[in-house]
């Protein structure tokens, strides 16, 4: 067993632990990580482009009404930041959204947020931290949900495979949404488009999902489908066109 497996095994406890201790929280339809890319592959202008899709998309009514219309009317949204396998940063800590207020006063806070670049991309750090997230949420939710979007292949850090069959075992379910610009990833395997290294080593879990993004002009509508179809918890599985 190598280093990696053996250090995030020992952390399991724990994180079961600290899902038994918030046993009693407020609960919530979903808990949902949106764990967005960083890296130095996306510049000023393709950030600040990912922002407003987050922004416009969780302020659109059809995002507030598919919240208002699950069994609780409520989730919680944590958003997080990665890089390389040594960076990970919450942004937004878990907020509870549950109609149009609580979702712009969300947007807002988002907008003011600073940004922060990093070199290297290291999918498998996003999701380990942000099962760390979820482990340490102030609501329990009924379900789990990590959103992985970015531009770029698991080149930093534990292999991307291993974290996210450990997030499945823990019950959570992973979407991907891949921005496909028109670079090529360093690491990407040949003869493989990014989406569909998204679907074969990063999605996993019950109805999980890949939404692409062509650029990231086109960004925007692609979260706002992806959040519709994540908090509406539809089941059917693989890309969404």
């Known amino acids: ?21 918030r046993a009693s929280e407020e609960p919530v339809d979903m808990l949902l990580v949106l764990a967005v890319d960083v890296s130095r592959s996306i510049d000023e202008d393709e950030a600040k482009l990912q922002r407003e899709g987050y922004r416009a998309a969780m302020t659109d009514p059809r995002v507030v009404s598919a919240i208002r219309s699950g069994t609780l009317g409520a989730i919680a949204v944590c958003y997080l930041e990665w890089a390389s396998a040594d960076y990970q940063r919450i942004v937004i800590p878990w907020t509870r959204i549950d109609g149009q207020e609580a ?11 600073p940004r ?7 999918i498998s750090g996003a999701i380990e931290a ?13 379900r ?12 930093s850090g534990a292999p ?11 019950g959570i379910t992973i979407n991907g949404l891949p921005i496909l610009n028109d670079r090529s990833p360093f690491g990407q ?27 990231f002009h086109s960004f925007q509508g ?17 890309r969404f066109a």
Do not use: C, H
């Not at 067993?1 to 201790?21: D, E, F, G, I, V």
């Not at 789990?144 to 080149?155: E, Y």
């Open 1 to 21: 067993m190598n280093a990696s497996r053996r250090t995030l095994l020992a952390a399991l406890p724990a994180l079961a632990a600290a899902r038994a201790a």
């Open 103 to 113: 979702a712009n006063a969300w947007a807002e806070r988002l907008a003011a947020a």
């Open 116 to 122: 922060v670049s990093m070199s290297w991309t290291s």
């Open 130 to 142: 942000s099962m760390r997230a979820i482990a340490a949420a102030p609501f329990e939710g009924t």
């Open 144 to 155: 789990k949900v990590i959103d992985i979007s970015g531009d770029g292949v698991n080149n």
């Open 160 to 170: 991307v495979t291993l974290l996210r069959d450990l997030a499945v075992d823990a």
């Open 189 to 215: 395997p040949q003869n493989m488009t990014l989406d569909q290294y998204f679907e074969e080593f990063v999605i996993g879990g019950p109805g999980a999902f890949v939404i692409p993004a062509e650029d």
């Open 222 to 238: 692609a979260v706002l489908r992806k959040l519709i179809r994540e908090i509406s918890g539809r089941t059917e599985i693989g």
